[in-house]
Nanobody, 116 residues
Framework: QVQLVESGGGLVQAGGSLRLSCAAS????????MGWYRQAPGKQRELVAA???????NYADSVKGRFTISRDNAKNTVYLQMNSLKPEDTAVYYC??????????WGQGTQVTVSS
């Protein structure tokens, strides 16, 4: 089993910054992709950003230029640096780790609230 522990959420004013972290532990042989998703009230969960084991990244159009995803393979940790936050970024943010073709794990979620 793999456990994911997220941290870094909170309340911030519009224009501010937050940094999310997600550390994976447990029976990890290898980690392929790591990513961040978010779900706002009444909306579907959506991909925010993802990063492969080789470092390739992709972002939702709504966060390009404001958010940066990175990973520390030695620590099995993925980060999401969020700058220029907007009220529409308010959501529960979830970490996802893919360890195989049909094997993935999700974090418990961390609340990000951006006030106007």
């Amino acid at each position: 089993q793999v456990q994911l522990v997220e941290s870094g959420g909170g309340l911030v004013q519009a224009g501010g910054s937050l940094r999310l972290s997600c550390a994976a532990s447990g029976s990890i042989f290898s980690i392929n992709a790591m990513g961040w998703y978010r779900q706002a009230p009444g909306k579907q969960r959506e991909l925010v950003a993802a990063i492969t084991s080789g470092g390739s990244t992709n972002y939702a159009d709504s966060v390009k230029g404001r958010f940066t995803i990175s990973r520390d393979n030695a620590k099995n940790t993925v980060y999401l640096q969020m700058n220029s936050l907007k009220p529409e970024d308010t959501a529960v943010y979830y970490c996802r780790v893919v360890t195989g073709p049909r094997s993935d794990y999700w974090g418990q979620g961390t609340q990000v609230t951006v006030s106007s």
